[in-house]
């Protein structure tokens, strides 16, 4: 399979393949549990990427900034995923608008779904206040 570095974008989403290694795992040699986040934050980093949306860019583009945060996330652990797996990390945006967005996130290995996780983004300008999405931007995520 040949793969971008930063994924792929399809009508079905952004995907994300991650190789674990022995420092994803603990002594066990099962996937630590934070380490999920670490994998989740990489797959919405790099959906950003594939939609053109620069985060650096947007805390510059005008007076006010634009940023984005993790409000709230909830996190189903399924199955565990052991070293050497490659992990296929989905985003899809389920919400975009006003000063929220919502997004439902997947990992999965060898089509078993590891990790099932909603992860509400709050929209804040470069002060911590919260900012409405503009409409441009919304339409990018839900396109």
């Known amino acids: 399979m040949d793969f971008s570095i930063a994924g792929t974008l399809s009508d079905e989403g952004h995907r994300l393949h ?73 985003t899809v945006t389920e919400k975009a608008g006003g000063a929220k967005m919502v997004l439902q996130q997947q990992i999965l290995s060898s089509d078993r779904l590891l990790i099932a996780a909603k992860v509400i983004i709050a929209v804040i300008n470069a002060a911590g206040r919260p900012r409405r999405l503009p409409e441009t931007l919304a339409a990018k995520f839900l396109a």
Do not use: K, N, W
């Not at 797959?43 to 940023?67: I, K, P, S």
């Open 18 to 90: 991650q190789r674990v290694y022995y420092e994803d795992t603990d002594f066990s040699g099962l996937v630590y549990h934070a380490r999920y986040l670490h994998f989740l934050e990489r797959g919405r980093t790099d959906y950003l990427r594939c939609l053109g949306v620069e985060q650096r860019a947007l805390l510059t583009a005008d007076a006010e900034g634009l940023v984005f945060v993790v409000h709230r996330m909830e996190i189903d652990f399924r199955l565990p995923a052991r070293m050497d797996d490659i992990l296929d990390i989905r």
